[in-house]
């Protein structure tokens, strides 16, 4: 029997952080860098999962009841996945599935929504011909939240789904929206760097920042019935917010939406230099706004702003640990990472790692 390959890229979130629960804009691109899923047929009606970078395997009945175990570990995601396609009715193939990846997996790259992805995408594939990626966004979306039960908003998905070559993908997350934003970077790389520090804090922080961010909205519209969305906010009416900790959430929030407006603009001109300028302003707010960076994401970033060459950076994801990115020039991009490499382990004992890679696809076929 004729194996098959299919692959799914992680992503970065260029700017709009921590706004798609916001209702507000969102501008991701996927990597060339992501996850290939080989998939075996086999008529014995099991499905046997496998990742090289896992010791745990796992071998099911395809007519098995699946629920999450948190002892099934990584393959509770390609589980989610089989359960909501028998849920909906649709029909699991008898396969093994064997997961290869250079996608760093846990620092917010996103490689749990490309495992998502590209297992739904190959199993649809085994029975349909045309999957719709808005659709199947969704739906690996759904796995992620009730099935996982991590309550993402729908950023990562779309990106690793809908991602094209050179391009940023625009997301309106209240009207569930997206369009395609030529972004070529020239003789810039997009530089990944990763801090390599465990984002413990991340979970309990997002639902802080969510609640804190409902009860900005909950002001306004004591004012303004009619606002759904706090990005829907013009910036001056946030002033009657009086708690200065609900004010300072809100101000990022109306001002990194101002930001990816302004990114939109400046990408339609290819000026990357205003757009490094938006990437630096967009970390300080995420940094005394919202206080989702912390001391090894604002070294690594501010280590990468000294760099001459170096248009801008900033972290990206939901903080507290993960990556950052930075916009340098080729021919200073070595030295940003001896530099940044050096300061980082200086001054927090950690090794930072870097990835350079391009804007690549979404989920595809391999042939
Ligand atoms: P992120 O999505 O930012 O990488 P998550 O914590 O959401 O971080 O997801 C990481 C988890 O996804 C891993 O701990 C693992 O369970 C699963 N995962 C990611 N890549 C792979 C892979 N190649 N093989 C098996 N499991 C993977
Ligand atoms: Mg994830």
Same mark, same amino acid.
């Given at each position: 029997m004729q194996i098959q390959k299919y692959?799914?890229?992680?992503?970065?979130?260029?700017?709009?952080?921590?706004?798609?629960?916001?209702?507000?804009?969102?501008?991701?691109?996927?990597l060339t860098l992501g996850v290939e899923l080989a998939l075996l047929p086999r008529?014995?009606?099991?499905?046997?999962?496998? !990742?090289?970078?896992? +010791?745990?395997?796992? #071998?099911?009945?395809?007519?098995?009841?699946? /629920?999450?175990?948190?002892?099934?570990?990584?393959?509770n995601y390609p589980l989610g996945i089989i359960a909501q396609m028998k849920k909906e009715g649709y029909a699991v193939p008898s396969c093994n599935l064997i997961y290869n990846s250079n996608l760093p997996e846990g620092s917010g790259l996103s490689s749990s929504a490309a495992v998502e992805i590209v297992t739904a995408f190959a199993l649809l594939s085994q029975t349909t011909s045309r999957i719709d990626l808005v659709w199947l966004a969704n739906f690996c979306k759904q796995v992620e939240n009730e099935f996982i039960g991590v309550q993402c908003g729908i950023m990562?998905?779309?990106?690793?789904?809908?991602?094209?070559?050179?391009?940023a993908l625009l997301i309106d997350c209240a009207a569930l929206k997206h369009d395609y934003i030529p972004f070529e970077t020239g003789d810039y790389v997009l530089l990944i760097?990763?801090?390599?520090?465990?984002? !413990?804090?991340?979970? +309990?922080?997002?639902? #802080?920042?969510?609640?804190?961010?409902?009860? /900005?909205?909950?002001?306004?519209?004591?004012?303004?019935?009619?606002?759904?969305?706090?990005?829907?906010?013009?910036?001056?009416?946030?002033?009657?917010?009086?708690?200065?900790?609900?004010?300072k959430r809100a101000r990022h929030v109306v001002t990194e939406n101002l930001r990816v407006k302004e990114v939109i603009k400046t990408?339609?001109?290819?000026?990357?230099?205003?757009?490094?300028?938006?990437?630096?302003?967009?970390?300080?707010?995420?940094?005394?706004?919202y206080e989702v960076s912390g001391m090894e994401l604002?070294?690594?970033?501010?280590?990468?702003?000294?760099?001459?060459?170096?248009?801008?950076?900033?972290?990206?994801g939901a903080g507290f640990g993960g990556c950052a990115i930075a916009?340098?020039?080729?021919?200073?991009?070595?030295?940003?990472?001896?530099?940044?490499?050096?300061?980082?382990?200086?001054?927090?004992?950690?090794?930072? +790692?870097?990835?350079?890679?391009?804007?690549?696809?979404?989920?595809s076929a391999l042939l």
């Open positions: 692959f799914a890229p992680g992503r970065v979130n260029l700017i709009g952080e921590h706004l798609d629960y916001n209702g507000g804009l969102v501008l991701p691109a996927a008529n014995d009606g099991k499905i046997q999962l496998s !990742s090289p970078t896992h +010791s745990h395997t796992l #071998e099911i009945d395809v007519s098995d009841d699946i /629920a999450f175990q948190t002892e099934n570990d990584w393959c990562d998905q779309y990106a690793v789904a809908l991602g094209r070559q050179s391009h760097m990763n801090t390599n520090k465990p984002r !413990s804090l991340v979970l +309990s922080k997002y639902n #802080e920042r969510k609640a804190e961010c409902e009860e /900005a909205l909950r002001v306004i519209q004591t004012t303004t019935s009619d606002i759904k969305n706090l990005c829907e906010v013009v910036p001056h009416a946030i002033q009657q917010i009086t708690d200065e900790i609900i004010y990408l339609q001109v290819n000026d990357l230099s205003t757009f490094g300028r938006l990437m630096n302003a967009s970390h300080q707010s995420l940094a005394a706004d604002d070294t690594m970033v501010h280590a990468a702003q000294q760099v001459k060459g170096c248009l801008g950076a900033r972290m990206t916009l340098v020039h080729t021919t200073k991009m070595e030295e940003l990472v001896n530099k940044v490499g050096e300061v980082y382990i200086k001054h927090t004992g950690l090794m930072a +790692s870097f990835y350079q890679t391009e804007i690549g696809d979404g989920v």
